[in-house]
């Protein structure tokens, strides 16, 4: 990565201004390499330098990534005059950076959501045309049986009209619940494409998008950041 004035890096974490930074490297508490900043507008690389302020470690990385396990209950928006979104479940730092979910959640539905400000690395994971799976799991109100799996391998046509691309559809034990592959996201897709085959959805969890799967170490309302191999596979799934 370039070499960036060290202001501007440690403002784009969103933890401080730049006037807040300054004021810090003023004062002495911000470490570049062990070293005391000089002044705000001195350079350096954020891939190469170590960066600490206060004698803890600061991750400058340009964009941040975010696994987080989505409780029912609340929207998957950035903001909402009413009710509350994912985006309150974080810090106030990181909401400051202007992340944005990838791929809404219905606000019942629980399971891994995607945060990142990364805006191209978003947008290209929700094109349909990069065809990156999503896997669900489901309970439905009855049982899904072979004529189920059939249907959605054809492409299911929902209630409006619409009709879906194939979808991939496994029974699990006696058939109320099942796992469903979706390689695109329209709205309310799941529960659609199951109650337009009699079989209404009562809970779902998305498991996995692409490569990334949900930690299961991850309470529902917790998160943590994508580690190096998720991220690096995540991009490569783009295609
Ligand atoms: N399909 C749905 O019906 N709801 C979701 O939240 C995600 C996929």
Known sequence: MAMERLDKLLASTGRWSRREVKELIARGRVLVD???????EDKC?????????????????????IMLHKPGGLLSATQDKKQATVLDLLPEHLRRRGLFPVGRLDKDTEGLLLLTDDGPLGHELLSPRKHVDKV????????????????LAKGVTLGDGLTCLPADLEPLGDGSECLVTLREGKYHQVKRML?????????????SMGPLKLDENLDKGQWRPLTDRELRALKASRG
């Open 34 to 40: 062990g070293q005391p900043a000089r002044r705000p």
């Open 45 to 65: 690389d954020p891939q190469q330098a170590s960066i600490q302020v206060d004698g803890e470690g600061v991750d400058c990385a340009p964009f941040v990534y």
């Open 136 to 151: 669900y799991y489901a309970r439905v109100d009855g049982r899904v049986d072979q004529q189920d799996v059939d249907a």
């Open 195 to 207: 109650a337009a085959r009699g079989k209404p959805v009562v809970y779902l969890k998305r498991l």
